[in-house]
């Protein structure tokens, strides 16, 4: 059983920043590749980044250049650095992991709530 547990969200002011972090407990291979989807009201979910055991990274259009995602393999956690945040990135942000790739996620964490506001 593997367990994903999201911390960090919350209220920002459009332009600030706020980080995002996700431990994996239970039987998580360290090899699995791990990122974060978001979903906004009213929209399908997304995969906003992700990032390999090798440090291999990839990214949304709407979040490259603004969004770091990085990762602890000793730790097992994965964490999103979100920098200049815009009202559009505002969504309930979910930490995922998979056994083969990201596109069909095996795990998925409760889910945190970013609100980008004024």
């Known amino acids: 059983q593997v367990q994903l547990v999201e911390s960090g969200g919350g209220l920002v002011q459009p332009g600030g920043s706020l980080r995002l972090s996700c431990a994996a407990s239970?039987?998580?291979?360290?090899?699995?590749?791990m990122g974060w989807y978001r979903q906004a009201p009213g929209k399908q979910r997304e995969l906003v980044a992700g990032?390999?055991?090798?440090?291999?990274?990839n990214y949304a259009g709407s979040v490259k250049g603004r969004f770091t995602i990085s990762r602890d393999n000793a730790k097992n956690t994965v964490a999103l650095q979100m920098n200049s945040l815009k009202p559009e990135d505002t969504a309930v942000y979910y930490c995922?992991?998979?056994?083969?790739?990201?596109?069909?996620?095996?795990?998925w964490g409760q889910g945190t709530q970013v609100t980008v506001s004024s």
């Open positions: 990032i390999t055991r090798g440090g291999s990274t």
């Open positions: 239970g039987s998580l291979s360290s090899y699995s590749p």
């Open positions: 995922v992991a998979a056994i083969w790739n990201l596109v069909a996620p095996n795990y």
